[in-house]
């Protein structure tokens, strides 16, 4: 597939993508390359990974002056946990740490309205499937506040505040918006949307937090649902928003090199996955930047930067640029074969893993205090 | 205009009503000749003003074994207190007295999306206009709740609920569908319409009555609203609801003969006009059945049919019908002038403003009770 064409809205993703296109046509910024220490020493942010933002500099001066700040993110309870949903996970914690106070919005509304996937259901899935895995990867109970789209707080005031948002909002959005943003729509997913923006915005009602900074940290193809949520809060004349921040992650490559997908599990590593599991999935279906033959290898090199195992060291595994960067040269000059890198990526994603799992095994217990 | 040029929607009601027909076209049914007791006392249902239902026997066969039902009406807090929102009012008061629990949505989300009006001025304009007059004419803080659609319940299952409902509503309505039903919409309307489905069906929740028969009376204009929320209550499988029972009231005429219009005081006799401000509007607006000349009028006799003055005292201000029936029939033969018409229609329009201007007053310290 040629690098032009490719198509993104929220639903779906195609083909390869081509950043600094994107970058110039939702007129996003690319983060500066000098940030401070404490986004230097998280490797998403050193790395690249998250690479592009609106509005970034206000949360980046809640961090130096220590104010208060929000962040929030949404999670689609389908499907299994897997690496990808890692990379905003890890942000979740790292903003924690920060100082932040952390809203998770559990879209079982949207899950209903744009995939018929009934509320019980979702429930058991966000349960067992993502929020135990944020508390193995080590969210923490403080400063977090995990709701259901469905069932926003045992407050009654809060409750009333974020959907009667929901609600006023509608009026400030035109159906072409709508269109614009998603392609086709339906009176499902424009009532999702506009909970969405809900989500977004509500935090800063008096009901909540009050006026505060709010950073969303997503991945590219969902900017239009920024977009939306940032335009709607400058027209409700009846609240004073500020404007909301958000920075914007790369993908983590599938398996086979195209998006992972949760409803193919030869697409992904999943959290859950056994070590036999990563072995033969890594070894399998592991697209590879190696050379057709070993002499050829030896001699011309491998291509890390289109490597998948190569890249999910990068993202999650290799936590040392040093290790890393050794790892790129001798792959890139051809003294490393590909069976050593699948090696390499097997051994630390499973050591990873193994430890995660028995984490998690511990968090069931702390699940219900979330809530 | 021909009695055929009249077009009917929600937001607005043109020309003369031809009641035939549109029983005919929406699939209503006409009410039986032949109801018992309690609803023949009550002259809204002895005169056929109450005319027409869908699902009514439901209804019908609770009031007879004094099972358990619900009644639901809305009100659009925009505009003065008028004589035809009385007929809602009393019918309100009605069903009060033959047991039903009392449900009354305050629409100040719709007001806010379609009207472009404040929560604020709708919240001050339901008080001093809606409820405060409920009160005087006869509502009881007993099997009685009202509430505001921003601000559904202090009760936090509750609110959940009703709003989780409108939210999951979305799925099962298509665009076209509220197109058909209101012409041409809006986001703002259209997440208007599926909360007002929400306000007739969420009685049925288990947060609230849990199944339970509902009636909703409305003017014939609001049946699309009806139809939407009778389909998408069969199409949920998510709930068991019964079908929603309504019953339609035909239109009391404006002053004028058209329609009584908020945003025109030479339309209506408002329930807070002064006697002198009575006296006027029906002297000076007051469309006559009268001739134009004395001597014609008594040679070919008046028509009460078309007379507003009469109409109004069949409506709401003559309960006896013995006493009716002479009116009518001395204006038919010509014995009755219009003037004397006239006259009788102010004194017992006055007569009966003089009291509930008392009640209104008495009744203004206990609004508070009801919210």
Redesign the interface.
């Known amino acids: 597939m040629n690098k032009e064409e490719f198509s993104l809205n929220p639903w779906e993703v195609v083909g390869e993508v081509n950043y600094e296109r994107l970058v110039k046509e939702f007129g996003i910024k690319l983060l500066a390359s000098k940030l401070p220490k404490q986004f230097q020493d998280n490797l998403l942010f050193r790395r690249g990974i998250i690479f592009a933002h609106r509005d970034f500099e206000r949360i980046l001066e809640c961090v130096e002056k220590k104010k208060k700040f929000v962040m929030l993110t949404g999670l689609m309870p389908t499907g299994r946990f897997h690496i990808g949903h890692a990379i905003i996970a890890k942000q979740m914690i790292f903003y924690q740490s920060l100082g932040a106070k952390v809203y998770i919005a559990v879209a079982d509304?949207e899950a209903?309205?744009a995939r018929?996937q009934?509320?019980e259901e979702s429930k058991k899935i966000a349960f067992e499937e993502y929020i135990s895995n944020y508390l193995a990867l080590g969210l923490k109970k403080e400063n977090c506040e995990i709701y259901f789209?469905?069932?926003?707080?045992?407050?009654?005031e809060?409750?009333?505040a974020y959907?009667?948002l929901?609600?006023?909002l509608?009026?400030h959005?035109?159906?072409n918006e709508?269109k614009a943003v998603y392609g086709e729509i339906?009176?499902?997913k424009?009532?999702?949307s506009?909970?969405q923006a809900s989500d977004i915005l509500h935090s800063q009602l008096k009901e909540f937090e009050g006026k505060i900074p709010v950073v969303v940290p997503v991945g590219i193809d969902q900017d239009p649902h920024l977009r939306l949520a940032r335009d709607l809060s400058q027209r409700i004349k009846?609240f004073d928003f500020i404007q909301v921040s958000s920075t914007y992650n790369k993908f983590i490559p599938g398996l086979k090199g195209g998006k992972m997908s949760s409803s193919d599990p030869t697409s992904f590593i999943s959290l859950a996955d056994s070590s036999k599991e990563v072995e033969t999935k890594i070894k399998k279906y592991a697209f590879s930047g190696g050379r057709d033959t070993l002499e050829e290898h030896r001699k011309l090199g491998g291509n890390p930067d289109i490597d998948v195992s190569f890249q999910y060291l990068r993202f999650l595994f290799e936590e040392d640029d040093k290790v890393l960067q050794k790892i790129y040269n001798d792959y890139k000059s051809g003294k490393m074969l590909t069976s050593e890198l699948k090696g390499i990526a097997i051994e630390k994603i499973n050591f990873f893993l193994k430890e995660h799992q028995k984490k998690k095994e511990q968090a069931r217990s702390k699940i219900k205090d979330f809530i």
């Open positions: 509304i209903y309205n018929s009934s509320l789209q469905s069932n926003r707080s045992k407050n009654s809060k409750s009333n959907y009667r929901q609600n006023l509608a009026r959005a035109t159906f709508f339906s009176p499902g424009m009532i999702s506009l909970l009846d």
